[in-house]
Structures are given as structure tokens and as C-alpha cells.
């Protein structure tokens, strides 16, 4: 039986048009997905469990991307939060240059000597990478959470 998220997802797929192929192979997709809404499949096994070429599956990664809360079916953490700010229209943003480039750099603890050491490498004020990095915190790092029953959160 679907979850929650997979149902919403689910209603929302039935909304969009495809073709046959790219739409079962996103509704393959929706059910493979985490509680938080992630991909836990890698790319080629979708494409085999689906029966479906590596160009429709991904077409169908993109179709389950598109869906709301934006940043579900991202495979990992750098992936969901860059779909959020693309989905926000941030993608010439600090905010989206830091994850892109420096997503390791965020797992760590954020001293003023990493916050420099990443504004010297974007050429920008640390004071900046600082306020970007509050906007990230902003993000959300686990998409399918409000779905999920009060223990998973």
C-alpha cells in the first residue's frame, strides 16, 4: 500500500501527461521512494526493474522531480536542495553555487575558517557565504518529512 507521500505524489502524476512508458515508469518510481522522498534505486536499476531505456527513465526521474514538495526524487541531500532552489528559480544564486561546489564543505562544522575558505574560492565576502548559508538551513533536507508519521520526524 502507498504511503501518504506516494499517494499525493501518485494524484499529482495522474495530472501530467506522458507518454505511456515515461508514466509507468514514474509511478514505478513514486513507489520506490523513502519516507523523506528519496530515490534509493540507482539509475541503471531502474532502468531494468522498468523494462525502460536509460533516456525514458530518465525522462521519468524528471516527471517524479517536477512533482511537489519540491526536491523529491532526488537521490541524495545536494541533489534535493538543488532541485529547491531550481524550483525557486535560484539557480544563478550563492545559495546554489555553495551546495553545487561545496556540499561537503556544509557537512562539516561551519567555522569562520571554512566559511572563508569557500567564499576565497567563489571569490566572494564570507560575511555572504555566511547569509547564504542561513538560506540553505532554510531548505528542506528531507522533502517527504511532513508525510511522515511523528516518529520519522
Known sequence: MPSLLQQFLLNQLGQIKAHAKEWHAAEFIILQ?????????????????????????AEAIRIVQSL????????????????????????????????HDHMKELGRKHTLRLLMDIANALGVEHREVMRAVGRIKNLHPRPGRGFSSPELN
Open 33 to 57: 521512494l523513502d519516507e523523506y522522498g528519496y530515490l534509493t534505486l540507482g539509475f541503471k536499476e531502474l532502468a531494468e526493474k522498468t523494462g525502460c531505456d536509460l533516456e525514458t527513465t
Open 68 to 99: 511537489n514538495p519540491a526536491g523529491v526524487g532526488a537521490r541524495d541531500l545536494r541533489e534535493c536542495l538543488l532541485l529547491q532552489l531550481t524550483r525557486l528559480k535560484k539557480t544563478d544564486s550563492l545559495e546554489y553555487r555553495i551546495i
